[in-house]
Nanobody, 120 residues
């Protein structure tokens, strides 16, 4: 089991930026695909972005062009750079580790989440 700890959430004005980070435990980080989910109040938890072990990246349509996911295997860390934030980005953001089969990303382990609030 991988332990995941998110950081970097907070309050930001609309149009601003935040960078989320996720530190993972374990020695096989580079073999895992990593993803970010978010859950807004009263809504389901949705996949925002993932990066596979080989560097394949996909984004949800709602964040494409504004968010960027990256990973630093030497530091067991994955980041989510979030730009041009708007009120619809307000949510708790969760880091996950999982698998990508070439079509679908499937999360396995989850972090506890970090809240992001965008004020208008």
């Amino acid at each position: 089991q991988v332990q995941l700890v998110e950081s970097g959430g907070g309050l930001v004005q609309a149009g601003g930026s935040l960078r989320l980070s996720c530190a993972a435990s374990g020695s096989d980080f580079s073999s895992k695909s990593m993803g970010w989910y978010r859950q807004a109040p009263g809504k389901q938890r949705d996949l925002v972005a993932f990066i596979s072990r080989y560097g394949t990246i996909k984004y949800s349509d709602s964040v494409k062009g504004r968010f960027a996911i990256s990973r630093e295997n030497a530091k067991n860390t994955v980041h989510l750079q979030m730009n041009s934030l708007n009120s619809e980005d307000t949510a708790v953001y969760y880091c996950t580790s999982g698998r990508f089969d070439g079509v679908t990303y499937s999360p396995g382990d989850w972090g506890k989440g970090t809240p992001v609030t965008v004020s208008s």
